[in-house]
């Protein structure tokens, strides 16, 4: 009789401390799921709080003026086209990195929507094509920007560039005979300004690569050039 109640005694303390497991176990698992659900809340309460202080403190043109610097880069992806030249395969593809440093030139120019200043960038580039085949690229260019500054944190521009372009890609192409290449480029962007520095980056352009006639092909590649990044603008140099 005493064995059994000794047996019942064990087997009700061991129920109970497996209940306390439990519920420690679970008060635990509250606790991180609390303090995870508090982290990602201030979080977002500080960058919410941090950008709302951003939108009613600044808008571009009171950052980009003449003599800022931009730091930045950006990533894109080239598809080319035959719809613009005479290239005559569109089976043309390259990931692109683009970083870039640049200089405001200029206080800001006309009036109305259209206001805004130049802005000169050196960009080198590197580019790892996929299709037709593996390859690899890397040249750099001098950019020409447009900034236009009547529209608080967004900044839209235009900006052109042209450079000089080694690739891997020729002569196994029927475009191009030589490596060496030279590159022009054109298009629209934008940036958004997140802080009074940092802004996100968006744009495309209209990329050409081709060797002046330097060898004994050179139909050129026309390709379309999506991209977005990130830049920093710090204070005026001059």
């Known amino acids: 009789m005493r064995t059994r109640e000794a047996r019942d005694g064990r087997y009700r303390r061991l129920v109970a401390l497996r ?3 439990r519920i420690i176990d679970d008060l635990r698992r509250q606790g991180r799921a609390s303090f995870f659900v508090s982290l990602v809340m201030g979080s977002m309460l500080w960058i919410d709080g941090g950008v709302a202080m951003a939108e009613s403190s600044f808008a571009a043109r009171d950052v980009v003026k003449r003599g800022a610097i931009e730091l930045g880069g950006a990533v894109g992806y080239a598809q080319a086209t035959t719809a613009i030249g ?25 009036s109305g929507w259209y ?58 192409i029927s475009e191009q005979s030589t490596q060496f290449e030279f590159g022009l480029e054109t298009g629209p962007g934008v940036h958004y300004f997140v802080t009074d520095r940092i802004s996100w980056t968006m744009g495309v352009r209209l990329h050409h690569i081709s060797n002046a006639n330097l060898g004994e092909r050179n139909t050129g590649i026309n390709g379309v050039l999506p991209y977005v990044g990130l830049s ?3 204070p005026r140099a001059f």
């Open 19 to 21: 209940a306390s497991g």
């Open 86 to 110: 005479a290239g005559t395969s569109a089976n043309r593809a390259a990931v692109f990195v683009l970083p870039r440093i640049g200089i405001v030139l200029t206080d800001p120019l006309g």
């Open 115 to 172: 206001q805004g200043n130049v802005e000169m960038l050196v960009e080198p580039v590197y580019a790892r094509f996929t299709k037709p085949f593996a390859a690899d690229g890397a040249g750099g260019s001098f950019v020409v920007k447009y900034n236009f500054l009547s529209f608080g944190r967004w900044m839209p521009f235009w900006d052109a560039g042209a450079g000089i372009f080694w690739t891997n890609l020729a002569p196994r």
């Open 232 to 234: 920093f603008f710090l």
